[in-house]
């Protein structure tokens, strides 16, 4: 198609295209921003934790004044929770993934080295730690029984010569180790060594802070009941029968505590990534209204050209035109205004995303996210103007003798339909300027 007549065209209508154009940019801009915000949204809620999600029971207690043998107490409800019907298996950590506050260390290499490889969250695990959450042992071995020990006991001898066992997530394994296994290997938390004895495949960090998102360690220190959090594991479906024993029987044991929290592990989830899903719906509304009324706007000027050009469109239709081709003149009209909205969006959206990284620190936008936008408003156009194009394809030809509001033709067009005729052109009729006055 010659696209000559459509610039011409859009020349003699400057200022509407140029809100056009301007509509689309706009929109492009925001869009592919808010596309890339949203996927980063998604990935952060996606992650795995690496724990058996959909099986675990959390509850946290703590005591009321001084206690004097917490330790002890811990032993016994542990023993408690494991005769739990339905349970298969008791723990407790310092910490879990996906919570509000995180306990972490440096690694190192050596013990003189002055910055850290990684910096590491430090998960500290009674026994039975693995086959309660969930951890799936890539490399290495799990705990064995002697190396556990009181973390009170370890924190006054710690740091000391003899290597503490530990169990690292494959992140932080293969950032400390590239290239060969872990396993067997020692690595320094200061100047206390640990011994490499495990791998897991993922073990999340509680907060992702830093974008430290699986750089993980499991020490074997058993905590007491005031500092950590009861881990039980059962089938998804008998979670919240156990979780009511699991308060009955800590209750029993002792009934002067308080309990501070006590729910599911997905529940945990659920309430650490609610802001992350509520800003995913706000920018999924934003790009859908941006899209909704970019789409008004071309709807209405692509109605409101064609009710101008009613009568430029009935010519075209009396001297052959078929529908296809007024069709066609108006989806590349569109086309040409939303490539040039298009390009000017791209260059905007790469500007807004560079203000938000140094303003927000956030990722450069891949450029694929460009493209994607591009297609969108480009499909957008193309459905939006295909109503009042086809309307406009549908004016007959007869709506050449006649302008928008029924007013008939400059008498030129009547003797131009009768030329073949020795009749001179007859004088304009200005009385019968209506078409009912016929």
């Not at 019907?85 to 996906?98: K, Y």
């Not at 209750?251 to 609610?274: A, G, M």
């Amino acid at each position: 198609m010659d696209i000559r007549p459509i610039l011409s065209t859009l020349r003699r209508h400057k200022t509407a295209a140029s809100l056009i154009v301007l509509e689309v940019a706009l929109t492009c801009a925001i869009v592919c921003n808010a596309l890339f915000l949203v996927s980063q949204r998604i990935e952060k809620i996606s992650q795995p934790s690496g724990l058996a999600e959909k099986e675990l029971v959390v509850v946290r207690v703590s005591g009321i004044g001084k206690q004097t043998d917490a330790m002890a107490r811990t032993r016994e409800d542990l023993a408690s929770l494991r005769a739990i019907p339905g349970v298969t298996s008791v723990t407790r950590a310092s910490q879990l993934p996906f919570r509000t506050s995180s306990s972490n260390s440096g690694i190192s290499l050596t013990p003189e080295q002055e910055k850290p490889t990684i910096h590491s969250t430090m998960y500290l695990v009674n026994e039975n730690a693995l086959p309660t959450l969930g951890l799936n042992l890539v490399a290495g071995r799990d705990f064995q029984p002697g190396e556990f020990v009181d973390r009170e006991e370890a924190m006054k001898a710690f740091p000391n010569d003899k290597a503490v066992a530990g169990i690292f997530s494959k992140a932080a394994a293969d950032r400390l180790s590239p290239g060969t296994s872990a396993v067997g290997k020692t690595f320094y938390i200061g100047t206390q060594p640990v011994h490499v004895v495990g791998v897991v495949e993922h073990l999340a960090t509680p907060t992702g802070w830093d974008d430290n998102t699986d750089m993980s360690l499991l020490l074997p220190m058993r905590t007491t009941f005031t500092e950590g959090l009861y881990l039980l594991r059962t089938d998804p479906q008998r979670r919240q029968e156990v979780l009511t024993a699991a308060l009955a029987a800590l209750e029993r044991n002792d009934p002067n505590r308080l309990v501070r929290e006590k729910l599911t592990y997905e529940e945990q989830r659920d309430s650490y990534f609610k802001n992350d899903r509520a800003m995913v719906g706000l920018l999924i509304t934003v790009c859908v209204a941006l899209l909704v009324v970019t789409a008004l706007g071309i709807v209405g000027l692509a109605s409101f050209w064609v009710q101008q050009r009613s009568k430029q469109i009935g010519i075209r239709r009396a001297l052959g035109a078929t529908r296809g081709q007024i069709l066609r003149y108006f989806q590349t009209e569109n086309f040409l205004l939303a490539t040039v909205g298009i390009v000017l969006g791209m260059l905007a959206a790469y500007a807004i995303n560079l203000a938000l990284m140094n303003t927000y620190e956030l990722p450069r936008m891949p450029l694929v996210y460009l493209p994607v936008g591009a297609v969108l408003l480009w499909l957008l156009g193309q459905v939006a103007v295909f109503g009042p194009a086809r309307r406009a394809a549908a004016v007959p030809p007869a709506g050449a003798t006649r302008g928008s509001w029924g007013i008939p033709p400059p008498a030129w067009i009547i003797c131009w339909h009768d030329v073949r005729s020795a009749e001179p052109c007859p004088a304009p009729a200005f009385g019968r300027a209506r078409l009912g006055a016929n």
